[in-house]
C-alpha cells in the first residue's frame, strides 16, 4: 500500500472501488497516518442506508454525486483548511 511509503495531504475517494470499498480504505489509511482521518473527503452516488451509515461513521466529509465541480472544490477547500464541521 502506497500509504507505507508516501505522505499523503488527503484523501480523495469514491465509497465503492473495484477492490475495496472505501470505509475500508479509509480505515487502513488512518492507522497508518492518522491525520488522514480529518482529511478524507468520499464521492458516492449511492444513498443506501448501509452506506450513509458507513459514510458517517468516520466522520469525513461527503460530497454526493453528481456534483458540480464548484462544490466539490468548496469542500475539499474546508477540509483542507480544517474548517468542515464533523458530520452528524
Known amino acids: 500500500m502506497e500509504l507505507h511509503h508516501q505522505w499523503f495531504d488527503g484523501l480523495l475517494m469514491d465509497f465503492h ?18 491525520h488522514l482521518a480529518r ?3 468520499f464521492l458516492t452516488g449511492d444513498v443506501s442506508d448501509p452506506v450513509r451509515d458507513a459514510l458517517t461513521s468516520t466522520g469525513s466529509a461527503v ?23 464533523p458530520q452528524p
Open 17 to 34: 472501488m473495484p477492490d475495496v470499498r472505501g470505509d475500508v480504505l479509509y480505515a487502513r489509511a488512518i492507522t497508518i497516518q492518522p
Open 39 to 41: 482529511r478524507t473527503v
Open 63 to 85: 460530497v454526493s454525486k453528481p456534483f458540480e465541480i464548484a462544490e466539490l472544490e468548496r469542500v475539499v477547500r474546508l477540509v483542507i483548511l480544517d474548517k468542515l464541521e
